[in-house]
């Protein structure tokens, strides 16, 4: 019956690929038509025509290139530095609930404060360059990570401890056999939101201050009234969030290739 399900899982996914195509076209039709029947102006909504215009125009003399792959790089350092630090914070706290019960508060208290708060003065701290952007991006994925960190280190079955004593495991094959594997499906979960989080952080400091990324064309665009280039820059960071977190579930898969999964056992 495996198969059959496999099969099936297929066909579905078959389905939602082939509505996509569908679902494009009719954005784009509802768009053109309510450009249409309001007759807006370009400079407060331009027609798809036009973005991919100016899509084409920004590609030609790379400067949507170059501000695409400054806010890609902002965005995977500070979601490599807040996923690292948030693991290591996460697994320390799991195992030890006084630590846990002394730090949480400060925690929390720190993600009480909204990013848009706090980038002015990061900025003003670390300047305008890419380490305020870095460490901006850092903070928004921290607080996500470490919460599903902790919860996937915890989620871990006493009986497994006791089954790794009784076959007198050090504490790193313990570490690496056990709470690993045990926390990696939570682990990866949290990443998943922390891969999304990362780009808006990025931009939040671009908006706050700098001279380039996709922040920046937007700051600019708006300035402007260049509606167009705002589009172009907003679909370009949809576009990167949607990579990043396909790469996440990409590499999730592989990862927990081992895991049955639940549709497999329903027969």
Not at 203 to 211: N, T
């Amino acid at each position: 019956m495996k198969p059959a399900k496999n099969q099936k899982r297929k066909a579905y996914t078959s389905k939602g690929l082939a509505l996509l195509p569908f679902t494009l076209a009719l954005t784009i039709f509802v768009w053109y038509l309510i450009v249409w029947i309001g007759e807006l102006q370009p400079f407060i909504l331009p027609t798809p025509g036009l973005v991919m215009e100016r899509f084409l125009s920004s590609l030609q003399d790379g400067s949507l290139i170059r501000h695409f792959f400054i806010t890609l790089s902002e965005v995977l350092a500070g979601l490599s530095l807040g996923a690292v630090a948030a693991t290591v914070m996460g697994y320390i706290l799991a195992r030890s609930r006084r630590l846990e019960q002394i730090l949480s508060p400060y925690i929390v208290a720190s993600q009480s404060i909204p990013v848009v708060a706090i980038a002015p003065l990061l900025v003003i701290w670390f300047g305008s360059g890419m380490l305020s952007k870095v460490l901006i991006c850092a903070l928004i994925v921290f607080f996500p990570i470490l919460i599903n960190t902790v919860v996937g280190v915890r989620a871990v079955s006493n009986d497994l401890y006791d089954l790794m004593r009784s076959l007198q495991a050090t504490r790193w094959q313990v570490f690496i056999k056990l709470e690993v594997p045990a926390a990696l499906p939570v682990l990866l979960g949290g990443l998943r939101i922390g891969a999304t989080l990362a780009v808006i952080g990025a931009v939040v400091g671009e908006f706050v201050g700098s001279d380039r990324g996709l922040g920046f064309l937007i700051n600019v665009g708006r300035g402007q009234y260049d509606i167009a280039l705002v589009f172009v820059s907003v679909f370009s960071l949809v576009f990167m969030a949607l990579v990043l977190y396909g790469l996440v579930v990409f590499f999730e898969r592989r990862l927990l290739a081992w895991q049955q999964r639940p549709e497999d056992e329903l027969v």
